[in-house]
T-cell receptor
Framework: DAKTTQPNSMESNEEEPVHLPCNHS???????IHWYRQLPSQGPEYVIH???SNVNNRMASLAIAEDRKSSTLILHRATLRDAAVYYC????????????FGDGTTLTVKP | ETGVTQSPTHLIKTRGQQVTLRCSSQ?????VSWYQQALGQGPQFIFQ???????GRGNFPPRFSGLQFPNYSSELNVNALELDDSALYLC??????????FGSGTRLTVV
């Protein structure tokens, strides 16, 4: 299975941008890059996903390296509600596309 | 959209017993995946069902089994429960390569 590597933890100040990195050097051509976040006692929440091009939605932006071996989730203005564990995973576009979660990055947002 | 509903929310079982966890997929989603999440760790993939057939499995023994029904709802069955099976069990529905929608999980405690 293609795996991802993320820093264990990161800190940010409220209202500042946050860049959460993810390495996925063994990514295959059929793998989409997905990001989820999880609050305590809740299931993971979908944030964003992409294949090759950078993506934007109301929650965040996803910047994908040209060789697709790394990506960065960008929160443009962190709020206290963005404090969570963020997971970067790969998901194949085939029917058997299982996804492997690592331990994610715990984001702390300071007021 | 109704989201993903899991039942029960909490469950206590005795070692050696059997348990069935249930998941109602988000409307229109034909793929369901099950994950086990131990405290402080990322979700671990158990298996995935697509149109009522298992099409992906993680490193879990055969006593972990599942079903997906024609309405795309799903069950996770665990036989011969062990203490290490205590975890949060997450169900996620999706349309193939698109983002997962996770339920809030079932907290299973084995004593």
């Amino acid at each position: 299975d293609a795996k991802t590597t993320q820093p264990n933890s990161m800190e940010s100040n409220e209202e500042e941008p946050v860049h959460l990195p993810c390495n996925h050097s063994t990514i295959s051509g059929t793998d989409y890059i997905h990001w989820y976040r999880q609050l305590p006692s809740q299931g993971p929440e979908y944030v964003i996903h992409g294949l090759t091009s950078n993506v934007n939605n109301r929650m965040a932006s996803l910047a994908i390296a040209e060789d697709r071996k790394s990506s960065t989730l960008i929160l443009h203005r962190a709020t206290l509600r963005d404090a969570a564990v963020y997971y970067c995973i790969l998901r194949s576009n085939t029917n058997a596309g299982k996804s492997t979660f690592g331990d994610g990055t715990t984001l702390t947002v300071k007021p | 959209e109704t989201g993903v509903t899991q039942s029960p929310t909490h469950l206590i079982k005795t070692r050696g017993q059997q348990v069935t966890l249930r998941c109602s997929s988000q409307s229109g989603h034909n793929t369901v995946s099950w994950y086990q999440q131990a405290l402080g760790q990322g979700p671990q993939f158990i298996f995935q069902y697509y149109r009522e057939e298992e099409n992906g499995r993680g490193n879990f023994p055969p006593r972990f089994s599942g079903l997906q029904f024609p309405n795309y709802s799903s069950e996770l069955n665990v036989n011969a429960l062990e203490l290490d099976d205590s975890a949060l069990y997450l169900c996620a529905s999706s349309l193939q390569k698109y983002g997962y929608t996770f339920g809030s999980g079932t907290r299973l405690t084995v004593v």
